[in-house]
């Protein structure tokens, strides 16, 4: 086992890769390289012209120079979440937005529309924050974090809620709790999908269908 990734390892090498994304792995390919260049597989020559791109690019980002040389050492919170960045971070939310399809003008939804108006919002993406950042993201504080719930409650509208189900999996479905937020409401948003709860890198699908009982939840506030 050992001896049959040094081929592997040199054709890899020679072929121009020189970055291996094998997090977590005890055995993985480049750790083979000593016993390629030590049998001949590859050439030191070819170690160091697969390597200096790799160390250009870390020196133009600035890793190695002394953190008072890095213009963004001094940043803190304060400038981060200034009226400046939060107003661009809600502009690029907003014209990132797909509207797949907007049935007799329903949204936007606008404040003036909704005095009066009686909302429901329900699944398990409706109020959990921890649920709402994808694989990547940074740790973000609870205090910036706006759930759609929390939204909406901002518009001025009468909000009922009810997640439905606690987290993605949705393996228990209350039914019940679903009705009444619903039964009553003259505008309902259904928030689902997956999270990293139940996908990341190196945690796939099998299918692409709504996790336990989402897909029910969504036919039952239809109804």
Not at 197 to 214: F, I, M, N, W, Y
Request: aromatic letters at 6%; charged letters at 20%; hydrophobic letters at 40%.
């Amino acid at each position: 086992w050992e001896f049959s990734l040094v081929p592997g390892t040199a054709a890899s090498v020679n072929a121009g890769c020189n970055l291996e994304l094998s997090y977590g792995m005890r055995n993985n390919v480049f750790m083979h390289i000593p016993q390629a260049l030590a049998m001949g597989n590859i050439t030191l020559q070819m170690l160091r012209d697969r390597v200096r791109p790799l160390f250009h690019t870390r020196m133009r980002l600035g890793e190695f120079d002394p953190p008072a040389m890095n213009p963004y050492s001094s940043l803190d919170l304060s400038v981060v979440q200034s009226p400046e960045h939060r107003n661009l971070s809600l502009e690029a939310a907003v014209k990132s937005f797909v509207l797949l399809k907007n049935v007799r003008g329903t949204l936007p939804l606008r404040a003036r529309d909704l005095s009066g108006q009686r909302l429901a919002v329900v699944g398990p993406f409706a109020d959990n924050p921890r649920v709402l950042f994808g694989d990547y993201a940074p740790v973000p504080e609870p205090q910036y974090i706006y759930t759609p719930r929390r939204g909406l409650e901002m518009l001025g509208a009468n909000v009922s809620f009810t997640a439905g189900c606690s987290e993605p999996r949705c393996q228990r479905y209350s039914r019940a709790e679903l009705v009444r937020a619903v039964g009553a409401a003259d505008v309902v948003l259904i928030c689902l999908g997956t999270g990293v709860d139940v996908e990341t890198e190196a945690k796939d699908r099998s299918d692409l269908s709504l996790p336990g009982h989402q897909l029910e939840l969504l036919q039952d506030a239809v109804q």
